[in-house]
């Protein structure tokens, strides 16, 4: 049997596949990751569905998540058979932990549901991600490093793009899931619209605990990231 062969893999946290918190992620971004389908996403008062699509574009993407290892090319020599046993092993050595409420921020140009409260537990699964994956990776080209600092980097975000692949890991990580893309420019009120949506979109909705790994894939350059398994961690 052949293997499929996917251009860029991703470890994320994302709720549990048909939870209600995965449903209100999937809803708000308009497109599931594990079925592939589109969803109706919730009215947000004075802003048309095509707006909103349009400020939800970057996320939904992704698909509903919270980054632990960036989107990532396996290294030469590396299967996805391979990857999906390490992150077996990896699940197992991580145990399951209460998730801190989560609410709406405006987290640099984006909103985001972000933890509020002691993070040192997300943390922990985080760099344990990227440190006990990196094996596995392929290292980042020069294209790839140098789209990455059109962003502006710190000298100490710049040495982690290039020693983990990613320059927000370990120190300068945020546990968050992003709800919209780059408000720039963007009205005021338009931005509290949004924010005041999301926050009724997601009440109630938010997951209580991490008590997996989810391994998500991009199948070709620019398409939408798809779930392919979710590996538990130790109750």
């Not at 980054?67 to 390490?86: C, I, M, S, W, Y």
């Not at 980097?153 to 120190?171: Q, S």
Request: glycine share 6%; charged share 15%.
């Amino acid at each position: 049997m052949t293997e499929t062969h996917y251009h860029r893999y991703a470890v994320y946290y994302a709720p549990a596949m048909g939870s209600d918190a995965w449903q209100a992620g999937s809803q708000w971004l308009g497109r599931c990751a594990h079925d592939g389908l589109l969803r109706v996403q919730p009215v947000v008062n004075g802003m048309s569905p095509l707006a909103l699509a349009e400020l939800t574009a970057a996320p939904r993407r992704y698909g509903w998540h919270a980054t632990l290892k960036a989107p990532f090319a396996l290294a030469a020599g590396v299967n996805l058979q391979q990857l999906r046993e390490r992150m077996a092993q990896l699940a197992g050595s991580l145990s399951t932990i209460p998730m801190p409420r989560l609410q709406v921020s405006h987290l640099d140009d984006f909103l985001a549901l972000t933890p509020v409260g002691d993070t040192t537990a997300l943390d922990h699964i985080a760099a344990a991600c990227v440190r006990e994956l990196h094996a596995l990776v392929a290292p980042l080209s020069e294209a790839e490093l140098q789209r990455r600092r059109k962003a502006p980097l710190t000298a100490a975000e710049d040495a982690m793009l290039v020693a983990w692949g990613y320059p927000y890991v370990f120190g300068h990580f945020r546990f968050h899931m992003s709800l919209t893309g780059g408000l720039h420019g963007r009205a005021p009120q338009e931005v509290q619209a949004l924010q005041t949506a999301a926050q009724r979109h997601f009440d109630g909705k938010t997951p209580d605990h991490m008590d997996s790994l989810t391994l998500f894939a991009e199948p070709q350059p620019g398409a939408d990231f798809v779930v392919l398994d979710q590996f538990p961690l130790a109750s």
